[in-house]
């Protein structure tokens, strides 16, 4: 590709998406002066893009870059032109480039999880990493509005609600996306007005097949068939919905406030919460729920909804929640609390397991009969990985309640697949023909009854890292023999 | 397809599909005792499985029911065929059936629509024959899920905002849908089970390019390489978007009660507004440009906007909306108002043009020049249609303000395609060739600027009726000549 800058149409151009992303950034106050702000350059047109935009508002915002580049060790010489193009693009941006050399392959072979699955774990370990190095920062990502309108479908036809179709933010924790007020095609037309080349493979490593199916099909048969302004107008619906449960939240927190009160072991919904919309009473409800059993963060509707349905019982009627609590009608209105005591530790006895903080950002051992467990909540390089060592990377964020190392359990499940549901444990053990006997001797990292890793077999489905995880929960386990 | 009933399999099926039916009615208050409930049976699956289950249920609820078979005459044999399916299972059912037969490709080819609009227009005018006949009554339309999973998508990319999402409701107006709870899958099993045969390419007529493109690429490719569930999901979706637009409904009525007071010629938005959300503050501003206007329907976001823009300018700045209004900043607040009378009246005296008052349900005719125009907000059926005489439906609903007969006047736009914005009617006459002169004597049909027909010539694309319109105008011009 030819430089082609200079022509007044093109400047206008150039000049035109560098304002429209100046403008989302301060609209989504993105950027504070004095920022460093982390890039990870795999020279695909988006990363590129971001990079020359951010540049380019560099002074005007008084921010430093710096770039960071994972070679992932797959693509050979392909993979090696990468490097060079994008230490030379950083160059002459005058943006410090760090370059990391991760055995993408090796990792996916020695943990039996896909190379996207091992890619994206390596790279956010490395921003981490360089995170940590200039004491904070903020990562900026090169998610832009066809990236938006792809997640919208994954999740409107997986059934995550309204939550799903926002979910891909402007600002999430310490994650900005300067982009996402862009259309792909604009990255691209900005690119060539800028006489910027970028590398045209180099980011296929984070396709999957279910996002691959979304953006060649659906998403494609939707722009070129049904309406060519369909990705914009994605994205305007989803800033739409998010604005949408901002005002829903505080009518809940409202609402809350007025109706419920605190009791001995939980707390009282007021007959009054009845009249409210049912919408406004499962908000709260699924709030309370959090709350008492300590910090799940995703029951699902069926829980809310057992409790919403005492509405129209008798009083003395009760439903049974997870994680040891319980609902009951009363005069009052709807007691949610924890069962008494007594159960608990029952249950606790019979199998209690080792309970692991993973709250703190540091790394901590644990000792469970031969085996030496490590967990860190940032994605950490441990170096080489020796025979007989396990590590694992879960999304933090789907953690329900505190983790727990022990043997198996009475109504465990695990998920097997990505947005299937979950299986018993027992029934997957059986299937993979694990004699009874050695299922009870069995390692598990679980989460309340569902099971995050079997260890030294599978882990959940469920807890994945995925595109869109946040937090990263690395989990190492060495010595031991496990079962295969 | 012979009858298979009988087994314990089957009856467990059917009586499952049809509880689910008769919870989602009640749940939704769709009928009640004494209700005579109307039919559409074109003989296809969805329209039999109707019939089928309400018949099933007729007797607990104390309804009556009446189906209507459209005759569309256009394909021989076949049409027939179906009319004798349709007539023979509504005797076996015990449910009077009324046949009408439809000149739907002459009507296409006189008024120059495509078959599917011209079939719809017919059905709508049937189904209001005999809601007319039977004094009242609703009407059951067979919409199910994967109806509302297309509907949702092609809204989703349309642009219409959350509103779109869920715009396929159990009940709107006079108008039911009893199956929105059933995927279609779950239709064809109970037809089966219940050894009920059905006519395949009955309903055919009911697509359309988009609407094929949507369920055979973009659906099909969602349900089968995404989620198996993607219909189940977007039907739960769409209830959720339902009841959070109700809420926000509620907020918003709330907070104009607190902040919006009526001034001189409008309202005045009071300052303390400007804290609440965007959101909140938008919908109240749409609903204030609607009421004070007269009944406009739909402003877009931009003029919404231009208001909302107004609280971070100084005191004095305004903004001219449409229909002679004006948003003005003050010390108060923003007051939201018509302009002076002097301006629209030496608007409406330089080309004033023939109100048209078409919200009584009657038929009224004018005189305008040589021509006479007949409305009518139900669709009837007004006999064969001699030369020289012209009758165009519309969608009822999309008009904004009051129809206006007239000639051109600056700013009159036109919109020519499904979904797409609308252009200068000076520019489309310019196109069309018609000379300068000639094109200050065509007689309009306009709402504001916006013109639902050139008479003689076509009508806007915004206007036409569509497979959601839930009332229709019917506008019927003799005499006179046009441009063509």
């Not at 400047?11 to 989504?28: A, D, G, L, P, S």
């Not at 009249?275 to 309370?288: A, N, S, Y």
């Not at 199998?351 to 031969?370: C, D, K, L, P, W």
Request: neutral net charge.
């Amino acid at each position: 590709m030819t430089t082609k800058g200079g022509s007044g149409q093109t400047n206008r151009q150039m000049w035109k998406t560098e304002q429209k992303v100046k403008v989302y950034v301060e609209r989504f106050h993105m950027i504070e002066p004095k920022d460093t702000i982390v890039l990870g350059i795999s020279g695909g047109a988006d990363s590129v893009c971001l990079l020359k935009i951010l540049a380019r508002w560099k002074e005007a915002w008084g921010i430093s870059l710096r770039a960071v580049h994972v070679h992932h060790q797959l693509r050979g010489e392909e993979a090696d032109a990468d490097e060079r193009f994008v230490r030379e693009l950083c160059e002459n941006e005058g943006i410090p480039c760090r370059v990391f050399y991760e055995d993408v392959q090796g990792m996916a072979q020695r943990e039996k999880i896909g190379l996207e699955e091992a890619g994206r774990i390596a790279r956010y370990r490395c921003f981490a990493t360089v995170c940590e190095d200039v004491g904070g920062g903020k990562i900026a990502l090169a998610h832009h509005q066809d990236d938006l309108a792809e997640t919208m479908l994954h999740h409107l036809v997986r059934g995550t609600g309204m939550a799903g179709l926002c979910s891909l933010k402007p600002v999430s924790g310490n994650r900005i996306r300067p982009l996402l007020c862009l259309e792909k095609e604009e990255i691209l037309v900005y690119l060539e007005a800028a006489g910027q080349p970028w590398r045209t493979d180099s980011s296929n490593l984070e396709d999957d097949y279910t996002r691959n199916r979304i953006r060649h099909h659906v998403l494609e048969e939707l722009k070129t068939e049904v309406n060519p302004r369909a990705v914009r107008h994605m994205a305007q619906l989803s800033e739409e919905l998010e604005e949408t449960r901002a005002v829903l939240a505080q009518v809940a927190a409202k609402k809350r406030r007025q109706y419920v009160r605190k009791s001995e072991k939980g707390m009282l919904l007021a007959e009054e919460l009845k009249k409210e919309p049912d919408l406004i009473g499962r908000q709260i409800v699924h709030d309370l729920l959090k709350e008492i059993s300590g910090k799940q963060k995703d029951f699902t509707r069926i829980h809310v909804e057992a409790v919403q349905e005492l509405w129209n019982r008798k009083v003395g009627a009760r439903r049974d929640l997870p994680y040891g609590m319980q609902a009951i009608r009363t005069y009052d209105g709807i007691y949610l609390e924890r069962k008494a005591e007594k159960c608990e530790t029952r249950d606790s006895e019979k199998n209690a397991g080792i309970q692991i903080n993973v709250h703190s950002e540091g790394t901590e051992s644990f000792q469970i009969g031969e085996l030496t467990l490590t967990v860190s909540r940032t994605a950490r390089d441990f170096g080489e990985i020796p025979e007989k060592k396990y590590t694992k990377w879960f999304d933090y964020d789907r953690i329900k309640q505190t983790l727990v190392i022990r043997h198996r359990q009475p109504g465990d499940r695990i998920c097997l697949f990505d947005g299937g549901g979950s299986k018993k444990l027992k029934d997957y053990l059986i299937d993979r023909k694990i004699p009874a006997q050695k299922r009870d001797q069995l390692w598990l990292l679980a989460d309340g009854s569902d099971i995050l890793w079997i260890i030294g077999d599978r882990i959940s489905a469920a807890y994945k890292v995925t595109a869109e995880s946040q937090r990263i929960l690395q989990a190492e386990i060495k010595g031991g023999s496990t079962h295969e």
